[in-house]
């Protein structure tokens, strides 16, 4: 029978090595659960009047990582600066101080992106915001703004990062 994770369960922990936890029967506490993600310009404010056809997200905390899946589906940017950086807020804890981790986008649809360009994120330390980026083989890496994704945009993240 496979093995099931459940909520606030531990899972143990063997390793000999020294100096490497405290040996066999360690415990390494896993968290999982779902959260609300948002689009964020600049104010950082989610009523603005940004409305969605579907928005979820979930996540695994092992230990000090979290690993999340975000899916964004809009249907009106509401009173969002379309000029402003686009940020996806709502993650379910803290970015560690001082650790950039990284996001990468699976699928997008409704975008301005070319065939050359990448959709990517970066955790922002201190906050609870994945900051959206792409890259392009031509210029590199570049922030997006939110008129990169048009007002029925679906776009969906996986990542992991340090609190």
Do not use: C
């Not at 940020?87 to 992106?113: C, D, K, N, R």
């Not at 959206?132 to 029925?152: H, P």
């Amino acid at each position: 029978m496979p093995a099931q994770l459940q909520e606030d369960s531990v899972v143990p922990f063997f390793n000999s090595a020294p100096g490497i936890g405290s040996g066999p029967g360690t415990q390494i506490p896993i968290d999982s659960g779902v959260f609300i993600p948002e689009f964020l310009d600049s104010a950082l404010d989610p009523n603005l009047g940004q409305t969605y056809v579907h928005r979820s997200a979930n996540y695994i905390k092992v230990d000090d990582v979290v690993f999340v899946s975000i899916d964004i589906l809009m249907s009106s940017f509401g009173s969002l600066s379309q000029l402003d950086r686009l940020s996806i807020g709502g993650l379910p804890f803290v970015v560690a101080p001082g650790v950039y981790s990284q996001a990468y986008s699976g699928f997008g649809e409704g975008l301005t992106a070319s065939t050359r360009e990448s959709i990517a994120g970066r955790f922002i330390p201190g906050t609870t915001l994945l900051e959206v980026n792409r890259w392009s083989s031509a210029t590199g890496t570049e922030s997006i703004n939110l008129n990169f994704i048009s007002a029925n945009g679906h776009i969906q993240f996986s990542g992991a990062y340090f609190v």
